[in-house]
């Protein structure tokens, strides 16, 4: 655990990338097989189970402390991290030495902990706070808690495995891919190994496009270089057919083939060695739907028969990574586009749920920009542009897939609750709710926290705290005063909020100074806003 939490104390104290690196690497190369992967499994996102509710750790660490309930909570508003609160609230004994337990060791016991009695619970977690210094006690509950957030990607740990193994990065980041967890493979078995049968259902990294700039048609030259296609607005996915079984993978790669069980079909059409890239969309009535809509579908345990008709998908393809078994990533998009099209065109596709996403071309960027306007009538969010000889990469790189997003809806909002924020702005009151009006009162429609500077957010906090109402918790309402434009992605009716409006990605665009709040929106200008 002691090199474990240097290594995350090193992490913190720097924004630079390569010494990063060099932090992660040498941890590496030099820490036992089970830690590097359990370190691995961290840093993607592959954490054990919550043992302890927050509830409790919160009493406990009060108990053991002697600081009163209501103080760590101002004090966790004003830290931001549980994990650290609990951290530094604790007493610290003199000369204490660093454990001598792996981090593998802490991690099993953390998962054996979820299941023992609460007094077991609270018992081994007094225990070893007092066993542990100031950054290992930090390191120990964020395991606990599962809140690691130290600034390193899943691409830059993968960077550090690359120089420690030798192994190339793009190779590791499919080792990677897929469902596994510590408690299931080992080191080698992971990362060192090539074993055939491992990769029979696991998904390939997926490519991802960067938003266009300003004045970007200059920069991307020739227009007859690009293809052209909607940016659908679904769940990116990839399904796999090997060994007549399918896979369904999202992009946050979770196996999700038993939400999808249409997607059977297509072993009766596509061949086995066949890995399609595309987008899971609502298709109710034979029409493309709103995002909305597939929220139905997501989370749900058990995908009944009444949902299943009442919201049917498809997947809408639009590139092919794998075929007749081979790994066709490299080869350029036009050609990998010719196999994708020649498959859909010839299997009647449609009756399993397999759809095209058409290309097009343009004589010049002004049609382009022609058809990113009318996106909206088409349930798409723009377009998504893609240099005709590109391969098909890792990750986020610059260059060869670009996505050109319709301008957003915008609204004018009143602020009306605030709730601190996380992180560095955990002392001000950064998370705001906003309200349209209705009949003559504020209705809630949506909540933002990005948008302001640092200096715009600083005003609004003083007045925040010099005009709070009540207080609910961390929330306080706020006299109904200043009228911010509120930016979105989408919108659609919803029984799930108050308003009956659900909107997507909403974000403050700008602090509306010059309008007083009776001039704000109404609900019924957000409900005019829902396309047809």
């Known amino acids: 655990m002691k090199d474990f939490a240097q290594l995350i104390k090193k992490l913190d104290t720097t924004n630079k990338t390569t010494e990063k690196v060099a932090a992660l690497t040498q941890y590496l190369k030099s820490a036992d097989d089970d830690d590097k992967l359990w370190t691995i499994a961290i840093l993607s996102h592959r954490r054990p189970k919550r043992p302890v509710n927050t509830t409790l750790l919160r009493l406990w660490a009060t108990e053991i402390s002697g600081v009163p309930l209501w103080l760590f909570e101002e004090s966790y508003h004003i830290v931001g991290d549980l994990a650290e609160t609990i951290a530094l609230i604790l007493p610290n004994k003199e000369n204490i030495e660093s454990s001598t337990k792996s981090l593998t060791q802490y991690i099993n016991e953390i998962i054996a902990l979820k299941a023992l009695p609460e007094e077991d619970k609270k018992e081994y977690l007094q225990t070893n706070w007092m066993q542990l210094n100031y950054f290992e006690r930090f390191v120990f509950n964020k395991i606990i808690t599962g809140g690691f957030r130290i600034g390193v990607s899943q691409k ?192 009647d596709c449609d009756e399993i749920g397999l759809y095209l996403s058409a290309t097009m071309k343009f004589e010049n960027w002004e049609d382009a920009a022609a058809e990113r306007e009318i996106s909206r009538e088409k349930h798409s969010e723009g377009l998504m542009l893609k240099r ?77 705290k010099k005009n709070t109402l009540e207080r609910f918790g961390p929330v306080r309402s706020v006299t109904p005063h200043h009228v911010f434009e509120i930016a979105f992605e989408g919108i659609a009716e919803s029984s799930r909020h108050k308003s009956g409006i659900a909107t997507r990605f909403p974000r403050i665009l700008r602090w509306r100074q010059d309008k007083p709040m009776e001039e704000a929106n109404t609900l019924e200008d957000l409900k005019a806003m829902i396309p047809k």
């Open 156 to 347: 830059l740990m993968t960077r550090a495995l690359s120089k420690a193994t030798d192994i190339d990065e793009d190779i590791l980041a499919y080792k990677l891919m897929g469902d596994w967890t510590p408690l299931t493979t080992t080191y080698t078995k992971l990362i060192l190994e090539t074993i055939e049968e491992d990769y029979l259902s696991k998904p390939y990294p997926f490519y991802l496009a960067y938003a266009v700039e300003d004045n970007f048609q200059n920069d991307l030259g020739d227009i007859n270089d690009w293809s052209f296609e909607h940016k659908w607005d679904g769940i990116r996915s990839q399904v796999i057919i090997r060994n007549d079984e399918v896979f369904v993978w999202s992009r946050g790669e979770e196996l999700v083939t038993d939400k999808y069980p249409e997607f059977q079909r297509f072993l009766s059409k596509i061949p086995n060695g066949t890995v399609l890239d595309g987008e899971i969309l609502p298709f109710g009535n034979g029409t493309i739907g709103n995002f909305n809509e597939l929220q139905t579908r997501i989370g749900r345990k058990n995908i009944s028969k009444a949902l299943l008709k009442k919201t049917p998908v498809i997947l809408n393809a639009y590139d092919i990574l794998e075929w007749e078994g081979k790994d066709i990533r490299q080869h350029p998009f036009l050609e990998r586009r010719k196999i994708l099209d020649k498959l859909i065109s010839e299997c």
């Open 388 to 464: 005709k000889d590109s391969p098909y990469l890792v990750g986020r790189k610059k260059g060869d897939w670009w996505k050109w997003k319709t301008d957003p809806f915008t609204i004018d909002a009143v602020l009306t609750y605030a709730m601190r924020g996380h992180g560095r702005r955990s002392n001000l009151f950064t998370d705001y709710t906003f309200g349209l009006w209705n009949d003559g009162e504020l209705v809630t429609f949506a909540k933002a926290y990005s948008g302001l500077t640092d200096a715009e957010f600083r005003k609004v906090d003083a007045w925040i």
